[in-house]
């Protein structure tokens, strides 16, 4: 079992940034994948960015490449989303994800949520 506690999150004005933290406890958690969804109000939730459990494979939504970055401190059980230029299109609840899987196959699903940050932009 994996427990997952997003923070960082908050309101920005269009063009800016903020990095969101996502500490992981439970057994073995540094071996997940894991990464970040997201969900806008009326909308499915989608796919952000995943991180291998090495750091060394990265992988991410169309939506969010060259402006996010995924990264991970496994001596600290924590996955970062940094966040720049930021739009008002970003709105939305995210959320973190750990998963066994692969970063593609966490593109697709996982097994482990968090409660969700909410990210606001304004424009």
């Known amino acids: 079992q994996v427990q997952l506690v997003e923070s960082g999150g908050g309101l920005v004005q269009a063009g800016g940034s903020l990095r969101l933290s996502c500490k992981a406890s439970?057994?073995?958690?540094?071996?997940?994948?894991m990464g970040w969804f997201r969900q806008a109000p009326g909308k499915d939730r989608e796919f952000v960015a995943a991180?291998?459990?090495?750091?060394?494979?990265?992988y991410y939504a169309d939506s969010v490449k060259g402006r996010f970055a995924i990264s991970r401190d496994n001596s600290e059980n924590t996955v970062y989303l940094q966040m720049n230029s930021l739009k008002p299109e970003d709105t939305a609840v995210y959320y973190c994800?750990?998963?066994?899987?692969?970063?593609?196959?966490?593109?697709?699903?996982?097994?482990?949520w968090g409660q969700g940050t909410q990210v606001t932009v304004s424009s």
């Open positions: 991180i291998s459990w090495s750091g060394g494979g990265t």
């Open positions: 994800a750990a998963t066994r899987r692969s970063v593609y196959g966490l593109a697709s699903g996982s097994e482990y």
């Open positions: 439970g057994r073995t958690s540094s071996s997940y994948t």
